[in-house]
């Protein structure tokens, strides 16, 4: 093998081992992320804990994207989580992630969908939470395996006496003893069915509190609470303000009626002697009632009797006819006063020495009776 030969060798093994690492560099370092296509969202949670670059985002148990970096908020009061999702996949914006730790420590970002908002775009915020930190599990487990074991412990030494006493009793019961044993089997037996229904229902409990659809519920929960307080601060106001009405209404109620139960000895005064006058009149009426209808009285024959009628009748006739009879002298009369006003001087002492005719004129006409002389 001469020298050239092995010179281009060598460049062929150096290009290889460049190309190699510019791959790896955009396969696996912040440069190649920074040519992946896909959304870029941030995710908004307490803290990171677990959480790196290239970090896996999941979406019912499926890889979707990966974490590209972290930072702190001002002041420290979360972190935002830089996600890259890859562009096969996509959710809505009102979705909600959530930080999962295996027992090794290794972090996974989960992401609930949502069911209500808009596709994901680049720059969009969606809320998460944290998970509880395996290790601390751990220690919470190892202090309740601390506490069951003492617990066990005391169990075990109550079993002890209770096994001594139990010799005790089946040496002084004698025969009747095969009877308390078969109690105390009885006895143990429920006790292990109670014990087996209370696993049951913390299993149960714990499911229900791990499912992921009842957590979204309850977050729904929690994010529909500040709304429906603000709500009820509506209806309280409104309600205040008609009680206030109300109020105001009683008010004017009450000056309207101050007035009136001011008057009100007075003016129950006068209707009591409205109703004594009422009562007196209406007896006074039950008297001339009672007078009208007696057989005997007065107005009873006035009102009955035909006589009376016909003592009636003719004293209008007889007052016609003394009409008649009247209706000469008012004639004479009022030629007597037409003679005295045309001639006054008659009345004096030369009327009286000087005698008159007798003669009525015959010009003189009395009013009253013109049209019987025409």
Do not use: C
């Amino acid at each position: 093998m001469d020298e050239r030969q092995q010179e281009f060798r060598v460049g062929i093994m150096a290009v290889v081992a460049l190309a190699a690492a510019v791959v790896m560099v955009f396969k696996f370092g912040e440069l190649g992320n920074r040519w992946k296509s896909g959304t870029r969202i941030s995710i908004v949670m307490p803290s990171a804990s677990g959480i790196y670059p290239e970090t896996p985002v999941r979406m019912s148990g499926i890889r979707i994207g990966q974490v590209e970096s972290t930072a702190l908020i001002a002041e420290g009061r979360g972190v935002v989580v830089h996600v890259l999702i890859d562009s096969d996949h996509t959710f809505r914006n009102d979705s909600a992630a959530k930080v999962t730790r295996s027992l090794l420590g290794d972090g996974a970002i989960e992401i609930t969908p949502g069911e209500e908002g808009e596709a994901i775009r680049n720059g969009d915020r969606i809320v998460g939470r944290t998970a509880t930190d395996p290790t601390e599990i751990v220690a919470r487990v190892e202090q309740r395996l601390s506490s069951t074991l003492v617990s066990f412990e005391k169990t075990g030494q109550e079993w002890g006496l209770l096994a001594n006493n139990l010799n005790r009793v089946l040496e002084a019961s004698g025969p009747d003893g095969v009877n308390t044993i078969q109690r105390s089997a009885m006895a143990l037996e429920q006790f292990t069915r109670t014990m087996k229904s209370a696993e049951d229902t913390l299993t149960a409990a714990g499911t229900l509190i791990g499912d992921p659809r009842y957590q979204q519920q309850l977050q729904q929960t929690l994010t529909a609470l500040p709304e429906l307080l603000t709500e009820t601060r509506g209806t309280l106001r409104s309600v205040n303000a008609v009680i206030r009405q109300v109020d105001s209404t009683m008010g004017n109620i009450n000056t309207a009626t101050a007035p009136l139960a001011q008057h009100s000895h007075a003016m129950v005064t006068r209707l009591n002697q409205s109703l004594n006058n009422i009562e007196v009149m209406t007896g006074e009426l039950a008297m001339v009632s009672k007078l009208v209808n007696q057989n005997d009285g007065t107005v009873k024959k006035l009102l009955t009797d035909p006589s009376v009628y016909r003592n009636l009748n003719s004293t209008a006739a007889s007052l016609v006819v003394l009409l008649e009879n009247l209706k000469p002298v008012v004639s004479d009369l009022q030629v007597f006063s037409d003679k005295v006003a045309r001639h006054p001087e008659l009345l004096g002492v030369r009327g009286v020495v000087r005698g008159s005719s007798g003669i009525k004129d015959s010009g003189v006409v009395p009013a009253a009776f013109e049209d019987n002389t025409r």
